[in-house]
């Protein structure tokens, strides 16, 4: 269940009255509401699990201890099960008590309580939502009403969109869209002064609208038209009185086609409980972004959990501008001029997102620099003065006309709680209505437009004017505005789509924006469209750009696709934050790593790296240079080279087979292919690849050598398993294959003996493990071509491999397949820098290698994915790790690394110094030096 979902399930638990509370249902029907599922209520039910020691009490282990109680007696039952041994014995997180009219809840790890009526109990959804497993986010926790807001909206949208099938077609959507956005306006109007008196808009429609509903949506048909009404227009308009007292608002949005859909009783009860929510706390950057699933039918589902959360968008607009900002403040002092001059700068100062969604980051960056401003006005004497920062100089684009709409509507809103706060509500209420009618949002595919154009890095202001706020045109090449002379700063969020995952329109888009300067834009992230179009915009005008992105752009091959296009444009990477997890609302969160990365044609002297360690604590490290991988050094791509730059063995693929499954045998099979077919054992090897290796799955193989092919064919079984073989190979239309046909008891690629022992590393390993699971088999294993091996090499090959130095280098060269590492030998092993290796320090390793397969052996018959799981690995396999890590970093630099941004500086360091070795090499050949 997502939060959303859990609020709804909440509030309808809350609404029943309290004279039909059924006291000995509540503790079920709460962990109902929380996701629990049936069967684990219908346990507690029967009392299996149920152990608490309180009367009328549940307990639920891990979770939570719940107890009705008495009339006035709530109070002291929370006592109860603060004090009861069973609360502590089952390690429960919450208790809670209630009598159906109040309710108390404590939080026991922070010993944080809440008491309320029982009604409100969803006011304190943010509370409670560890109960279900959703890691909260700070400001939902403190602002459960958007979520709340979120739930009742979409309920009303469904039900809505039930009672008026027409409106749901895409001929009526774009109309059903504007009157959500009126609506969403109306009730935050209501409830901040905008209209006069708290809660006008739901007490009308409450009073005149029938309890039927059959003329709800003439009358509020009626207000909107009021609200579109200039007061001079007004006594023509003929307005009923409860309409009459509504003010004019228009600035386009309540233009153009005001129909209302039809309501139903139920559609009508969802708006009046929309209204009566507290919309005056509504945070529009979280709000909005909630908002936007509402009207997007893939996403309902997930209703708007997967937004950007604050903390990720304060990780782009911090560095990018708002810290540099807040430093001239600092600087600046009491010194009227300068903060002056800094007013100025930022009146000028325009924010673009060109994957806007529903507006978050315009909104945060504008109510950061509204603060900003508030005390530069404060330290020069001028606490009330009207803001100079244009909302109009917060400009995005977005592909969907809803969150375009409401990304208007938030940044509304956000002006007009920044001037209540900063000035005062006189001064903002004087000054809000109507609303300024120029458009700012483009709505439009952003990799097809022109963005000069919509923003342009000179201008005096905004040339179209907008009669409806929704009729945007799709290009608004006309759009001008107040910033001569001033800084653009691109920001956002952008779509990521791999290859593989992008539409055949999403292809085309990509290849509109590279086809000119790069063949190879198909293996690029849909995002990249974005970096690049910012680095061309950046060519015209004083702009730095820092976007939220999936990390592949900085990983494996597409960093030699992209950077060097961006490089050349004269752009370097200003900051960026390294690989993080995504974190917002999703009770799942998708298993998404993304990075923060800022670019300038114009960067300070001193960059800074953001990393984020794996406890949530932040580092930071200034740096001169920072290069495509987002590492401290020289800019580089690394290149699949044929042979190791090391003094190390060489890697190959595994064997493969191409045998139409002749040659591959399970477990069974085999056995009985030696008891039965008299097949000689030497001929049945086992077959590991990355899946084998890693889950413990058995598998055999036929491999015959040459030489003892003649031996083979005279066992009847083997000949026709050879005879299958042949005849899939000789029905190829590879020629190469065809050729293969003439000797079918042999694999199609042969990399190995058979004879010899192999390290064998898997070609895909799962990121969440701390380090490749690489493994060393005896003589006569197999290794498939899912998986790489190095054949008869020495152990400390595998200390190497083993390493959480090659792991970093991997997941940075390599790049990943979702959440996989994805192993290369040219590109991961054969560019892995080692330093110089003595025989003493070969020696060193091989212990170490020796010890992490003596660690696993203490666990057999434990697979390597048990070992290797983070939450599980074994104490002593840690250890040897550990210890690896120690002896290898030493060689290194002397000690350990103190983090992963440390080792990456040190790998391209020594990479980029090995390679141009590399190159001086057959230069110094060719002039007659030794080779
Ligand atoms: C990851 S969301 C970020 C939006 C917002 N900042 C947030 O956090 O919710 C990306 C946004 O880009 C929009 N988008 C996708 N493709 C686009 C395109 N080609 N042009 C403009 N916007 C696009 C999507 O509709 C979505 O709103």
Known sequence: MNAVEIEQALSDLAEQPSSTFDAAEFPFAFLAAFGNKETTIKRLRAGNNNTSDVPGGVLQRGNIHVATCGHGTVGETLTALRNSAATAKAKAKYILATDGHTAEAEYLPTFETIACDYPKLPEHLGFFLALAGISTIQEIKDNPIDVRATGRLNKLY??????????????????????????????????TDIFNGEGLFTRTISQFTEASSANTHEVMGEIFRAMNTQPAQRAAGNFRPWADQFPYVNGGLFSGNTEVPRFSRIARTYLLHAGSLQWRQINPDIFGSMIQAVADEGERGALGMHYTSVPNILKVLNPLFLDDLRAHRDAAGDNKAKLLNLRKRMARIRVFDPACGSGNFLVIAYKHMRAIEAEINQRRGEPDRRSDIPLTNFRGIELRSFPAEIARLALIIAEYQCDVQYRGQKEALAEFLPLDAQNWIVCGNALRLDWLGICPPTGTGVKVMSDDLFET????????????????????????KGSQGQTDEQKADLKSVFDAYTKNWKSLDYVAGWFFKAAQYGQSSTTATAFVSTNSICQGRQVATLWPLILASDHKITFAHTSFKWANLASHNAGVTVAVVGISRSPPTTRKIFSTADDGTLAVKEVAHINAYLVPGADVSVEAQAQPLADVNSMSFGNMANDGGHLILDLQEANEAIDRHGVPAHFIRPFLGSEEFIRGKERRCIWVADAERADAFRNTWLNQRFEGVRRQRAASNRETTQTLAHQPYRFGEVRQSGGETAIIVPSVSSESREYLPVGFEPAGTIVSNLAFGLYDAPLWNLALIASRLHLVWIATVCGKLKTDFR????????????????????????????????????????????????????????????????????????????????????????????????????KARAKGGKP
């Not at 969109?161 to 209501?190: K, Q, S, T, V, Y």
């Not at 892995?832 to 320090?841: C, G, K, N, R, S």
């Not at 210890?883 to 440390?902: A, C, H, P, Q, S």
Request: glycine share 4%.
């Open 823 to 922: 192993y290369s030998n040219p590109l991961g092993w054969n560019t892995f820098p080692v330093p110089l290796l003595t025989e003493q320090m070969k020696a060193d390793l091989t212990e170490c290698a020796q010890n992490i397969l003596l660690a696993r052996e203490a666990h057999f018959p434990a697979t390597i994915a048990d070992l290797y799981d983070p939450e599980a690995m074994p104490d002593n396999l840690r250890a040897a790790h550990a210890r690896n890590d120690e002896v290898l970093e030493r060689i290194y630099i002397g000690r350990r690394f103190k983090n992963d941004t440390e080792r990456l500086e040190k790998l391209f360091d020594l990479y980029t110094k090995m390679t141009a070795e590399q190159k001086a090499k057959p």
């Open 473 to 496: 045109p799709l290009d608004q090449t006309e759009m001008d505005f107040e910033n001569e002379g001033g800084e653009t700063f691109i920001c956002g969020n952008p779509p990521y």
């Open 158 to 191: 469904v039900e809505l969109l039930r009672d008026n099938p027409g409106w749901a077609g895409d001929a009526r959507r774009a109309d059903m869209n504007h009157f959500m956005a009126r609506l969403i306006f109306c009730f935050f109007a209501e409830d």
